[in-house]
Nanobody, 123 residues
Framework: QVQLEESGGGLVQPGGSLRLSCAAS????????MGWYRQAPGKQRELVAT???????NYADSVKGRFTISRDNAKNTVYLQMNSLKPTDTAVYYC?????????????????WGQGTQVTVSS
């Protein structure tokens, strides 16, 4: 069984920075893509950023130039550096791992979600 453990959320003032981390644990053979999604109150969950095992990144237009996603494949960990935060970035941020291969069922790809971590940007 694969689990994702997120950390790094919290309260920050507008213009501030936060760094989110998400570590995958379990009987993992490989993970194709890892990323972050967010959901604000009353809104649908939306993509923030993703990164493949080869380092190809994808960002939502709303965070380009402010957020940076990175990944440590050896540690099965993904990071999201968030700078110049705005009140509109306030949301629960969810870690996602897609194309997960595990021992025991190497022919099957899984998609795993974390529990979410709250990010609040407010003065």
């Amino acid at each position: 069984q694969v689990q994702l453990e997120e950390s790094g959320g919290g309260l920050v003032q507008p213009g501030g920075s936060l760094r989110l981390s998400c570590a995958a644990s379990g009987s993992i053979l490989s993970i194709y893509a890892m990323g972050w999604y967010r959901q604000a109150p009353g809104k649908q969950r939306e993509l923030v950023a993703t990164i493949t095992s080869g380092g190809v990144t994808n960002y939502a237009d709303s965070v380009k130039g402010r957020f940076t996603i990175s990944r440590d494949n050896a540690k099965n960990t993904v990071y999201l550096q968030m700078n110049s935060l705005k009140p509109t970035d306030t949301a629960v941020y969810y870690c996602n791992a897609d194309g997960v291969l595990v021992t025991g069922t190497p022919w099957r790809k899984y998609e795993i979600w974390g529990q979410g971590t709250q990010v609040t940007v407010s003065s």
